[in-house]
Protein backbone atom coordinates (compact mmCIF):
# COMPACT_ATOMS: atom_id res chain seq x y z
CA UNK A 1 0.00 0.00 0.00
CA UNK A 2 2.53 1.88 0.68
CA UNK A 3 4.26 1.40 -2.24
CA UNK A 4 1.11 2.25 -4.14
CA UNK A 5 0.80 5.68 -2.57
CA UNK A 6 4.13 6.62 -3.36
CA UNK A 7 3.45 5.34 -6.55
CA UNK A 8 0.24 7.68 -7.20
CA UNK A 9 2.12 10.56 -5.56
CA UNK A 10 5.01 10.10 -8.33
CA UNK A 11 2.58 9.69 -10.95
CA UNK A 12 0.95 12.98 -9.76
CA UNK A 13 3.71 15.34 -9.72
CA UNK A 14 5.10 14.23 -13.20
CA UNK A 15 1.93 15.05 -14.49
CA UNK A 16 2.13 18.39 -12.49
CA UNK A 17 5.51 18.83 -13.88
CA UNK A 18 4.66 18.23 -17.71
CA UNK A 19 1.79 20.87 -17.38
CA UNK A 20 4.20 23.48 -16.13
CA UNK A 21 6.99 22.45 -18.51
CA UNK A 22 3.96 22.89 -20.99
CA UNK A 23 3.28 26.03 -20.32
CA UNK A 24 6.85 27.26 -19.97
CA UNK A 25 7.56 25.95 -23.82
CA UNK A 26 4.81 28.32 -24.76
CA UNK A 27 6.74 30.82 -24.09
CA UNK A 28 10.50 30.80 -25.19
CA UNK A 29 12.36 27.30 -26.85
CA UNK A 30 12.04 23.91 -24.90
CA UNK A 31 16.18 24.41 -24.26
CA UNK A 32 15.80 27.52 -22.89
CA UNK A 33 12.60 25.73 -20.17
CA UNK A 34 15.01 22.90 -19.23
CA UNK A 35 17.86 25.16 -18.95
CA UNK A 36 15.76 26.71 -15.92
CA UNK A 37 14.62 23.54 -14.86
CA UNK A 38 16.85 21.36 -14.83
CA UNK A 39 19.33 23.31 -12.30
CA UNK A 40 16.16 24.09 -10.37
CA UNK A 41 15.46 20.39 -9.75
CA UNK A 42 19.03 19.66 -9.33
CA UNK A 43 19.13 21.62 -6.44
CA UNK A 44 16.51 20.37 -4.61
CA UNK A 45 18.48 17.20 -4.75
CA UNK A 46 21.01 18.44 -3.38
CA UNK A 47 18.92 19.99 -0.29
CA UNK A 48 17.22 16.42 -0.08
CA UNK A 49 21.16 14.37 0.20
CA UNK A 50 21.51 15.65 4.45
CA UNK A 51 17.83 14.61 4.81
CA UNK A 52 18.01 11.33 2.56
CA UNK A 53 21.68 10.18 2.61
CA UNK A 54 23.52 9.39 -0.42
CA UNK A 55 25.59 6.82 -1.01
CA UNK A 56 28.12 7.27 -4.44
CA UNK A 57 29.70 3.90 -4.82
CA UNK A 58 30.41 2.48 -8.31
CA UNK A 59 27.06 0.66 -8.85
CA UNK A 60 25.32 3.90 -7.80
CA UNK A 61 27.33 6.25 -10.02
CA UNK A 62 26.90 3.96 -13.08
CA UNK A 63 23.12 2.93 -12.88
CA UNK A 64 22.45 6.79 -12.09
CA UNK A 65 24.60 8.38 -15.14
CA UNK A 66 22.47 5.45 -17.25
CA UNK A 67 19.69 6.93 -15.83
CA UNK A 68 20.80 10.60 -16.64
CA UNK A 69 21.91 9.61 -20.02
CA UNK A 70 18.27 7.46 -20.62
CA UNK A 71 16.65 10.53 -19.61
CA UNK A 72 18.29 13.21 -21.96
CA UNK A 73 17.57 11.10 -24.84
CA UNK A 74 13.71 10.47 -23.58
CA UNK A 75 13.55 14.45 -23.61
CA UNK A 76 14.95 14.85 -27.08
CA UNK A 77 12.85 11.86 -28.16
CA UNK A 78 9.76 13.07 -26.99
CA UNK A 79 9.51 16.50 -28.08
CA UNK A 80 10.83 15.64 -31.29
CA UNK A 81 7.96 13.01 -31.60
CA UNK A 82 5.49 15.64 -30.11
CA UNK A 83 6.61 18.29 -33.22
CA UNK A 84 6.14 15.77 -35.85
CA UNK A 85 2.26 14.53 -33.92
CA UNK A 86 -0.34 14.12 -34.08
CA UNK A 87 0.15 14.21 -30.40
CA UNK A 88 -3.32 12.37 -29.32
CA UNK A 89 -1.64 9.33 -31.11
CA UNK A 90 1.86 9.74 -30.33
CA UNK A 91 1.57 10.47 -26.64
CA UNK A 92 -0.35 6.98 -25.90
CA UNK A 93 2.01 5.04 -27.52
CA UNK A 94 4.83 7.05 -25.52
CA UNK A 95 3.02 6.60 -22.30
CA UNK A 96 2.01 2.35 -22.95
CA UNK A 97 6.13 1.54 -24.02
CA UNK A 98 7.23 3.25 -21.20
CA UNK A 99 4.96 1.61 -18.39
CA UNK A 100 4.82 -1.77 -20.59
CA UNK A 101 8.57 -2.01 -20.33
CA UNK A 102 9.65 -2.38 -16.74
CA UNK A 103 6.35 -3.92 -16.43
CA UNK A 104 8.55 -6.98 -18.91
CA UNK A 105 11.77 -6.40 -16.49
CA UNK A 106 9.84 -6.85 -13.04
CA UNK A 107 8.29 -10.21 -13.94
CA UNK A 108 11.72 -10.98 -15.51
CA UNK A 109 13.45 -10.50 -12.13
CA UNK A 110 10.65 -12.83 -10.62
CA UNK A 111 7.79 -10.34 -9.45
CA UNK A 112 4.33 -12.31 -9.20
CA UNK A 113 0.83 -10.91 -9.06
CA UNK A 114 -1.81 -11.98 -7.30
CA UNK A 115 -5.37 -12.30 -8.98
CA UNK A 116 -6.49 -8.99 -8.65
CA UNK A 117 -3.39 -7.79 -9.68
CA UNK A 118 -3.73 -10.09 -12.90
CA UNK A 119 -6.68 -8.05 -13.69
CA UNK A 120 -5.71 -4.99 -12.33
CA UNK A 121 -2.34 -4.88 -14.71
CA UNK A 122 -3.71 -4.70 -18.03
CA UNK A 123 -6.92 -2.58 -17.03
CA UNK A 124 -4.33 0.21 -15.86
CA UNK A 125 -2.51 0.13 -19.29
CA UNK A 126 -5.44 0.86 -21.38
CA UNK A 127 -6.32 3.28 -18.85
CA UNK A 128 -2.81 4.96 -19.69
CA UNK A 129 -3.81 5.42 -23.31
CA UNK A 130 -7.12 6.20 -22.69
CA UNK A 131 -6.37 9.22 -20.53
CA UNK A 132 -3.36 10.39 -22.17
CA UNK A 133 -5.21 10.18 -25.78
CA UNK A 134 -7.28 13.36 -27.13
CA UNK A 135 -10.21 14.01 -29.16
CA UNK A 136 -10.48 12.30 -32.61
CA UNK A 137 -7.35 9.99 -31.91
CA UNK A 138 -8.33 7.76 -34.75
CA UNK A 139 -8.81 10.52 -37.28
CA UNK A 140 -4.96 11.11 -38.03
CA UNK A 141 -2.46 8.91 -39.12
CA UNK A 142 1.39 9.25 -37.84
CA UNK A 143 4.18 8.82 -40.23
CA UNK A 144 6.52 5.86 -39.83
CA UNK A 145 9.51 8.08 -38.37
CA UNK A 146 6.95 9.62 -35.72
CA UNK A 147 5.95 6.40 -34.64
CA UNK A 148 9.52 4.90 -34.34
CA UNK A 149 10.44 7.94 -32.40
CA UNK A 150 7.23 7.13 -29.94
CA UNK A 151 8.28 3.97 -29.26
CA UNK A 152 11.91 5.49 -28.45
CA UNK A 153 10.89 7.82 -26.44
CA UNK A 154 9.06 5.61 -24.39
CA UNK A 155 11.64 3.35 -24.53
CA UNK A 156 14.21 5.55 -23.04
CA UNK A 157 11.51 7.45 -20.38
CA UNK A 158 11.24 3.04 -19.40
CA UNK A 159 14.92 2.92 -19.27
CA UNK A 160 15.55 5.43 -16.96
CA UNK A 161 12.92 4.32 -14.68
CA UNK A 162 14.59 0.57 -14.80
CA UNK A 163 18.02 2.04 -13.85
CA UNK A 164 16.72 4.22 -10.92
CA UNK A 165 15.20 0.94 -9.76
CA UNK A 166 18.16 -1.29 -10.39
CA UNK A 167 20.68 1.84 -8.51
CA UNK A 168 21.62 -0.19 -4.72
CA UNK A 169 18.85 0.33 -2.25
CA UNK A 170 20.81 1.98 0.33
CA UNK A 171 22.20 4.61 -2.36
CA UNK A 172 19.44 7.14 -0.72
CA UNK A 173 19.30 10.02 -3.37
CA UNK A 174 22.56 9.48 -4.88
CA UNK A 175 21.16 7.63 -8.36
CA UNK A 176 18.87 10.78 -8.54
CA UNK A 177 21.87 13.46 -8.07
CA UNK A 178 24.52 11.48 -10.54
CA UNK A 179 21.36 11.42 -13.06
CA UNK A 180 20.41 14.64 -13.19
CA UNK A 181 23.81 16.07 -13.05
CA UNK A 182 24.41 14.16 -15.90
CA UNK A 183 21.20 14.69 -18.06
CA UNK A 184 21.36 18.91 -17.15
CA UNK A 185 24.72 18.59 -18.37
CA UNK A 186 24.01 17.07 -21.86
CA UNK A 187 21.01 19.48 -22.03
CA UNK A 188 23.09 22.40 -21.29
CA UNK A 189 25.86 21.32 -23.58
CA UNK A 190 23.00 20.71 -26.33
CA UNK A 191 21.34 24.73 -25.38
CA UNK A 192 25.04 25.68 -26.11
CA UNK A 193 25.83 24.10 -28.97
CA UNK A 194 22.19 25.59 -30.94
CA UNK A 195 21.95 28.37 -29.07
CA UNK A 196 21.40 30.37 -32.21
CA UNK A 197 18.36 28.72 -32.85
CA UNK A 198 16.64 29.01 -29.64
CA UNK A 199 15.69 32.39 -30.80
CA UNK A 200 15.49 35.50 -28.59
CA UNK A 201 12.27 34.81 -26.08
CA UNK A 202 13.26 34.85 -22.34
CA UNK A 203 11.74 31.49 -20.60
CA UNK A 204 9.16 32.00 -17.79
CA UNK A 205 11.49 31.11 -14.86
CA UNK A 206 9.12 30.72 -12.28
CA UNK A 207 7.21 28.53 -14.12
CA UNK A 208 9.66 26.27 -15.29
CA UNK A 209 11.60 26.32 -11.82
CA UNK A 210 8.65 24.67 -10.74
CA UNK A 211 8.50 22.29 -13.12
CA UNK A 212 11.94 21.04 -12.47
CA UNK A 213 11.23 20.36 -8.82
CA UNK A 214 8.02 18.95 -9.30
CA UNK A 215 9.60 16.73 -11.78
CA UNK A 216 12.77 16.11 -8.92
CA UNK A 217 10.17 15.53 -6.46
CA UNK A 218 8.23 13.12 -9.03
CA UNK A 219 11.58 11.23 -9.42
CA UNK A 220 11.92 10.69 -5.46
CA UNK A 221 8.59 9.57 -5.23
CA UNK A 222 9.08 6.65 -7.43
CA UNK A 223 12.76 5.91 -6.07
CA UNK A 224 10.73 5.13 -3.15
CA UNK A 225 7.98 3.38 -4.47
CA UNK A 226 10.18 0.88 -6.42
CA UNK A 227 12.01 -0.05 -3.31
CA UNK A 228 9.36 -0.53 -1.47
CA UNK A 229 7.28 -2.70 -3.69
CA UNK A 230 7.18 -4.38 -6.66
CA UNK A 231 8.21 -2.53 -10.48
CA UNK A 232 5.42 -4.03 -12.38
CA UNK A 233 2.96 -2.31 -10.44
CA UNK A 234 5.20 0.86 -9.25
CA UNK A 235 6.04 1.78 -13.15
CA UNK A 236 2.29 1.02 -14.15
CA UNK A 237 0.56 3.58 -12.05
CA UNK A 238 3.56 6.19 -12.40
CA UNK A 239 2.79 5.83 -16.03
CA UNK A 240 -0.86 7.24 -15.10
CA UNK A 241 0.96 10.63 -14.97
CA UNK A 242 -1.52 12.02 -17.90
CA UNK A 243 -4.06 11.65 -15.54
CA UNK A 244 -2.41 14.99 -13.31
CA UNK A 245 -1.87 16.71 -16.82
CA UNK A 246 -5.40 16.22 -18.24
CA UNK A 247 -7.37 17.55 -14.92
CA UNK A 248 -4.89 20.45 -14.42
CA UNK A 249 -5.52 21.43 -18.20
CA UNK A 250 -9.23 21.28 -16.94
CA UNK A 251 -9.11 23.69 -14.05
CA UNK A 252 -6.34 25.91 -15.36
CA UNK A 253 -7.04 26.31 -18.89
CA UNK A 254 -10.80 25.55 -19.33
CA UNK A 255 -9.56 22.82 -21.36
CA UNK A 256 -12.63 20.26 -22.13
CA UNK A 257 -12.04 16.57 -20.93
CA UNK A 258 -13.14 14.13 -23.69
CA UNK A 259 -15.52 11.41 -23.08
CA UNK A 260 -12.59 8.82 -23.65
CA UNK A 261 -10.35 10.44 -21.11
CA UNK A 262 -13.39 10.71 -18.55
CA UNK A 263 -14.08 6.47 -18.98
CA UNK A 264 -10.11 6.51 -19.04
CA UNK A 265 -9.78 8.27 -15.45
CA UNK A 266 -12.57 5.82 -14.27
CA UNK A 267 -10.79 2.69 -15.22
CA UNK A 268 -7.65 3.89 -13.91
CA UNK A 269 -9.31 4.37 -10.27
CA UNK A 270 -10.44 0.50 -10.73
CA UNK A 271 -7.33 -0.73 -11.83
CA UNK A 272 -5.57 1.23 -8.52
CA UNK A 273 -8.08 -0.34 -6.37
CA UNK A 274 -7.62 -3.41 -7.78
CA UNK A 275 -3.81 -3.55 -7.39
CA UNK A 276 -3.94 -2.30 -3.96
CA UNK A 277 -5.39 -5.54 -3.16
CA UNK A 278 -1.82 -7.49 -4.60
Same mark, same amino acid.
Given at each position: MIALLLALGSSLAYGCADFLG????????VLRTVTVAA? @? +?????? #? =???? $?GASFDTATLAWGAASG? @? +?????? #? =???? $?????????SPVTALVSAALPVGVGLLQGEHLTAAGLV???????????VSAGHGAGAARPSGTALLLALGAGAAIALQL?????????????????GRAVSSAVTLAAAGLLHRRLGSERPAYATSAAAGVLDSVANL???????SGDLTVVAVVTAL???????????????RIHRGQLVGLGTAAVAVSLLALT
Open positions: GLGARKAHP @A +SLMVEL #L =LWPF $LV @A +SAAAFA #L =LYRT $LAIGPMNVLGLPLALVAVVLVCLHQAPSGSGVAPLITLFLLAARYPAGTVLLARGVLAE
